[in-house]
T-cell receptor
Framework: GNSVTQMEGPVTLSEEAFLTINCTYT??????LFWYVQYPGEGLQLLLK?????DKGSNKGFEATYRKETTSFHLEKGSVQVSDSAVYFC?????????????FGKGTLLTVNP | DTGVSQNPRHKITKRGQNVTFRCDPI?????LYWYRQTLGQGPEFLTY????????KSRLLSDRFSAERPKGSFSTLEIQRTEQGDSAMYLC?????????????FGPGTRLLVL
């Protein structure tokens, strides 16, 4: 079956530090990959996505590249801000007859200190 | 577009009681999903509707759970004879249903606490 494994948290960084959150996946078909973010007290929001191998998703300074050879989709940001403090979820959607449901990782809590 | 809305936002109930949650997806969205999120975990898929048809149910959805989408618009999720293990955040998401893989838009969730 499908699964997503992401870096255990929590992650604590100082403002302007470099961020990497690792994500690897297992899928039976050809998945699309997503990063969702959950800010304190808010619902899940799509941060970025990539639908095929070697695609790079980007948004708000965050980037992730779909690496089929390593089955990875690591999230990076060059300079984090306090406002980036949130829980980040890696997810996949497998089109192989699965009704496009999302399979999520456990989430990584990021805290950015001023 | 207004976003996905869910009601109630919070529900506290006693073990053994029945509860019902409502989800209003984004207008014109054909696909609707229910997920459950427990503390410290990512959301887990419960069930999926394409218009009014319920096309998939997870094995997490025991016989005490039932979901409907009678007119292909809003959806309800009912839990009968609630148990303490049902305590979780119940999330609803929708997507247009016009293409293959699409972005799912999530509601704020209904937080259930079973005492």
């Amino acid at each position: 079956g499908n699964s997503v494994t992401q870096m255990e948290g929590p992650v604590t960084l100082s403002e302007e530090a470099f961020l990497t959150i690792n994500c690897t996946y297992t899928a039976t078909g050809y998945p699309s990959l997503f990063w969702y973010v959950q800010y304190p007290g808010e619902g899940l929001q799509l941060l970025l996505k990539a639908t095929k191998a070697d695609d790079k998703g980007s948004n708000k300074g965050f980037e992730a590249t779909y690496r089929k050879e390593t089955t990875s989709f690591h999230l990076e940001k060059g300079s984090v801000q306090v406002s980036d403090s949130a829980v980040y979820f890696c997810a996949l959607s497998d089109s192989g007859g699965s009704n496009y449901k999302l399979t999520f990782g456990k989430g990584t809590l990021l805290t950015v200190n001023p | 577009d207004t976003g996905v809305s869910q009601n109630p936002r919070h529900k506290i109930t006693k073990r053994g009681q029945n509860v019902t949650f409502r989800c209003d997806p984004i207008s014109e969205h054909n696909r609707l999903y229910w997920y459950r999120q427990t503390l410290g975990q990512g959301p887990e898929f419960l069930t999926y509707f394409q218009n009014e048809a319920q096309l998939e149910k997870s094995r997490l959805l025991s016989d005490r759970f039932s979901a409907e989408r009678p007119k292909g618009s809003f959806s309800t999720l009912e839990i009968q004879r609630t148990e303490q293990g049902d305590s979780a955040m119940y999330l609803c998401a929708s997507s247009p249903g016009l293409a293959g893989t699409e972005t799912q838009y999530f509601g704020p969730g209904t937080r259930l606490l079973v005492l």
